[in-house]
């Protein structure tokens, strides 16, 4: 696979070459984190009752958390991971797994330390903002605000595991794409069965995408367990394999719905 490929699929798994370049990102993802956590005690401080005397603060708050739980989330926990892994970017080594007492020398342990900061302050963060911003609020324009808010908890929670898994556990990727199958199949059961938003086709999008992803998982796993191969097929395989995959997750949500929808009414019809 080429190496620019990734980035067509999603332009935040671009990587830095060398470390000079990985610790300006690092110190930039921690300043955004650090941010938002000043933030989160200036707004809790300067408030009394429901009353504040600048709103500015609770609208920079409320923009950062919005990031850092959506897009932001993964590139930041990303980031953050690969320091604790001591990652060595001109070996391409994790160090924590080879060379342990290197996470302890002057070049690693700052992001190593903040790494594991980082990472317990999103845990945190990240489901929590889902609960509370995204509100269930049928009359709200934006269609992300229409949610009861725990399965995009869970859907973090899921992205921050994956996101560990992904960083730490590289050299077993057969570990890895069980994580991503089992996750994919928990969210395809949690958005259709729940169906979180109240804009039905927002469910339809997510489900697609997710039995996208569990389709794409278990191709992954067929070719990784097959002999090796150099030809390109199995790649081309799964990308002309991903429309109908998305396709059926679509229509399976809005037929699970089309279900649900039926089943109240027969209820209601009961009494």
């Keep these: 696979m080429p190496s620019w490929m990734p980035l067509v699929f999603n332009i935040f798994s671009a990587r830095p070459h060398n470390q000079g370049g990985f610790a300006a990102l690092f110190y930039i993802a921690f300043s955004i984190t650090f941010m938002a956590a000043a933030l989160t005690i200036i707004v809790g401080t300067s408030m009394k009752g429901a009353q504040m005397k600048v709103i500015w603060p609770l609208q920079a708050l409320r923009l950062l ?27 391409e080594a994790a160090l924590i797994t080879t060379h342990v007492s290197s996470c302890f020398t002057a070049t690693y342990i700052p992001p ?24 269930i ?49 928990s969210m395809i059961f949690c958005m259709s069965r729940y169906q979180p938003f109240f804009v039905g086709t927002m469910n339809d999008v997510r489900c697609g995408i997710f039995c996208a992803s569990l389709g794409a998982g ?50 209601l019809k009961g009494f």
């Design 65 to 91: 958390t919005t990031l850092i739980s959506t897009i932001l989330l993964i590139p930041i926990v990303e980031i953050f991971v690969n320091a604790i892994a001591c990652y060595d970017y001109d070996s």
């Design 112 to 135: 190593f330390v903040l790494g594991i900061v980082g990472v317990l302050y999103l845990t945190l963060e990240a489901p929590t903002v889902s609960t509370v911003f995204f509100t």
């Design 137 to 185: 609020n049928p009359g709200n324009k934006d269609p992300h605000a229409k949610t009861t808010g725990r399965i995009d908890a869970l859907y973090n929670l899921l992205r921050i595991s994956l996101s560990v898994f992904l960083g730490l556990g590289e050299s077993r990727p057969q570990i890895l794409l069980v994580a991503i199958i089992l996750a994919s199949a």
């Design 218 to 267: 278990i191709q992954s796993a067929v070719v990784y367990a097959a002999p090796a191969t150099a030809s390109p097929a199995p790649f081309i395989v799964l990308c002309l394999l991903l429309v109908p995959e998305f396709a059926a997750g679509f229509l399976l949500c809005r037929r699970a719905r089309f279900l649900i929808g039926q089943g109240v009414y027969a209820r």
